[in-house]
């Protein structure tokens, strides 16, 4: 019996909080559902997740701000309970964000994108085997290594560009000649924007009686849909590009398994990693704009890339809508769309090694923000390396960007003349 076969079989009687996934919800049309009843992306990211139409009803969710519900005598499959089992407010996000992923079920909110991570990794078993990005989110990075270091897990990191090297470290290996467990998935990944070819590590992967993970968080659902590419779940910092305005901190997960997503509800709801309701209705008004702001930065990530390849001052770009890009004919396959993020290494300058001259145009900087973080309205610029947990091979002269919505003119002049502070 596969992995995903046990752990389905395993949790099929857990009992959960809250109510069972087919008693609380009816079952939310997926995105391709929507689609093909005429309905773009574009229009679900507005429409999904409203209240019903009834007369002198609102028409946007409203919040509500209580830890507990009236009741007596047992809980039963369709009490709330208590407010760390549920809240109103979180299920309109999770009910878009289901849909918007293509997904059979609601999504899950976390209090923010690591709570969602530890959740994930839970469904490991112990002793398990994790194969994962070497450039990978550092968070995530840092979480599974001190799970490895204390015998939880067994943790194998690989270029998840490089499929061959991937399905090996899938492969029974090690002492106790163990097949993985788990395989994480980043792509693009986090800062490097490796492409990861999704649908054959993911069939390579369930070969094996593995579940795959695909931390979705830079592509969104608007241009990457890994549930349709073969993923088990799909993971998010709702913090960056779907709440979008960079005033929340919150994480989610998507999955098509009831089983799984039970044995994901039930960490969530006895480790506590809750959203709070503001923090959720903040998220749902931003995530109404996604398609706009995804569409604005796009394009201005597009013509930025294709300037700063140009520019003596940067060694190297990574952009995967570059035609150069080594991800390029991957990501043009599974992708609708390259994202927002571009990576640059700046060259080294007037005597000054490559991470100084990255520090020195990051301060030069007036309409960036020289800042961590993505996916928010505003353009955020920053060298990854000063980061101690960022691994060490991501080169110390790399700067990342994240495109915003201002107008791409204003910031390529702001970051030219950065740059330009380097010298000819």
Request: net charge negative; hydrophobic share 45%; charged share 20%.
């Amino acid at each position: 019996m596969g992995f995903v076969d046990s752990f389905t079989a395993s949790h099929a009687s857990r009992g959960l909080f809250r109510r069972s996934v087919d008693e609380q919800y009816a079952v939310p049309m997926s995105l391709s559902e929507q689609q093909a009843a005429g309905l773009s992306a574009e229009t679900v990211v507005v429409a999904a997740g409203r209240p019903p139409r009834e007369r002198d009803q609102p028409v946007n969710p409203p919040l509500v701000l209580s830890s507990t519900y009236y009741g007596t005598g047992p809980l039963g499959p369709g009490d709330r309970g208590y407010g760390r089992y549920s809240n109103p407010t979180w299920d309109p996000f999770e009910e878009a964000l289901g849909q918007l992923e293509g997904a059979d079920l609601p999504g899950l909110l976390y209090a923010s994108g690591l709570a969602a991570v530890s959740s994930a990794l839970s469904l490991i078993p112990s002793g398990g085997v994790l194969v994962m990005p070497n450039h990978s989110y550092s968070g995530t990075l840092v979480m599974a290594a001190e799970l490895a270091q204390k015998g939880f897990i067994e943790l194998r990191t690989v270029d998840i560009a490089d499929t061959g090297a991937v399905e090996a470290a899938l492969a029974p290996g090690g002492p106790d000649a163990k097949a993985a467990a788990m395989l994480w998935l980043e792509s693009p990944t986090n800062p490097m924007l490796g492409i990861a070819d999704i649908p054959a590590l993911t069939e390579a992967a369930h070969a094996l009686g593995a579940i795959v993970v695909t931390d979705n968080t830079f592509s969104t659902p608007l241009v990457q849909q890994p549930l349709a590419l073969g993923s088990d779940v799909v993971l998010h910092s709702v913090t960056k590009y779907l709440a979008g305005h960079s005033d929340v901190v919150l994480g989610a997960l998507v999955t098509s398994n009831a089983d799984i997503r039970s044995a994901l509800l039930h960490h969530r709801t006895i480790h506590g990693a809750i959203a709070g309701p503001f923090e959720a209705w903040l998220a749902l008004r931003g995530l109404r704009t996604l398609a706009l702001r995804i569409e604005k930065s796009q394009e201005s990530a597009r013509v930025l890339a294709e300037r700063l390849n140009a520019h003596p001052r940067v060694e190297s770009v990574r952009f995967p809508g570059l035609p150069d890009d080594p991800g390029h004919e991957r990501a043009t396959a599974q992708m609708k769309g390259f994202g927002s993020i571009i990576c640059i290494q700046v060259a080294p300058a007037g005597g000054l090694d490559g991470a100084a001259a990255a520090d020195k145009a990051v301060e030069a900087v007036n309409l960036w923000l020289p800042a961590t973080s993505l996916g928010g309205v505003e353009s955020l610029i920053e060298r990854r390396r000063r980061h101690t947990a960022e691994p060490a091979s991501v080169p110390e002269n790399l700067v990342r960007l994240s495109i915003g919505i201002e107008n791409v003119e204003d910031l390529w002049a702001d970051l030219e003349q950065a740059l330009d502070t380097l010298g000819g």
